[in-house]
């Protein structure tokens, strides 16, 4: 059995939890201004704020938020940090999640009115890890629960067409507050990212914890 690496992993939920936290603390007086600086916005961009690539996504909107991408970056994350390596695998995490937020921002310069919102998030990042990992595991079957109640196997590439067609289906036809948009671009940067690897597998998922390595995993550079 692998021992799955976890640092860097570890490190994201940290950081996106201590930042959740650290705005509930703020008076409710500087928290418009606090979202107005690190929430990512067209006007944010114009105004040479480029860093609210990067500090969007630690920031959620809410302890549902926050808690759902925490347990699917805490699912994702082990696997593709193991696969890629810790300084990989962050690329991969960031980039994405910058890419993610730039499409967001070319929705807005468009259609002001449908995609102006600030968008805040890790959510573009761990679409990143998903185009990954099921790119690199194409084949391999993955568990999901439906609704965290209703349990179904199948391919991963096939979980990823399956979430791409409600992305593109929640890009056309927006529901509710969610930055379809950003979700796009996290899984286009994370299917660019790979296939400019030329990743290969090194576990075999599909059982209670990956297993058999392939290869040995690569080292953290």
């Known amino acids: ?18 930042a959740f936290l650290y705005e509930q603390f703020l008076p409710p007086w500087a928290r418009i201004p606090f979202n107005s ?6 006007a944010g961009i114009q105004g040479g704020s480029w860093w609210q690539f990067l500090t969007y996504q630690f920031l959620h909107g809410n302890w549902v938020h926050l808690i759902l991408n925490l347990l699917f970056l805490d699912s994702l994350g082990p696997v593709l940090e193991t696969t890629l390596g ?10 994405s999640g910058a890419l993610g937020g730039l499409v967001h921002l070319v929705g807005a310069a468009m259609s002001p009115t449908q995609f ?10 761990l679409c990143g890890l998903l185009a990954a990992l099921a790119t690199i595991y194409s084949e391999d079957r993955l568990r999901v629960m439906i609704l965290f109640v209703f349990p179904l196997t199948l391919k991963a590439k096939y979980l990823l067409l399956i979430f791409g067609v409600v992305t ?11 930055s379809h948009l950003a979700h796009l671009g996290g899984l286009v940067g994370g299917l660019w990212f790979v296939t400019l690897l030329k990743t290969e597998p090194v576990l ?12 040995e995993p690569p080292s953290t550079g």
């Not at 059995?1 to 201590?18: H, I, P």
């Not at 600086?37 to 067209?42: D, P």
């Not at 810790?86 to 991969?92: D, E, I, N, V």
């Open 37 to 42: 600086r690190y929430a990512l916005s067209l």
């Open 168 to 178: 593109l289906a929640g890009t056309i036809v927006p529901l509710g507050n969610v």
């Open 204 to 215: 075999q998922l599909g059982e209670e914890e990956p297993t058999r390595p392939v290869a």
């Open 1 to 18: 059995m692998v021992r799955l690496s976890r640092e860097v992993t570890y490190g994201l939920l940290v950081l996106n939890f201590a």
């Open 116 to 125: 102006g919102h600030s968008v805040v998030g890790a959510s573009a990042g």
């Open 86 to 95: 810790a300084r990989k695998y962050l690329a991969l995490y960031l980039v």
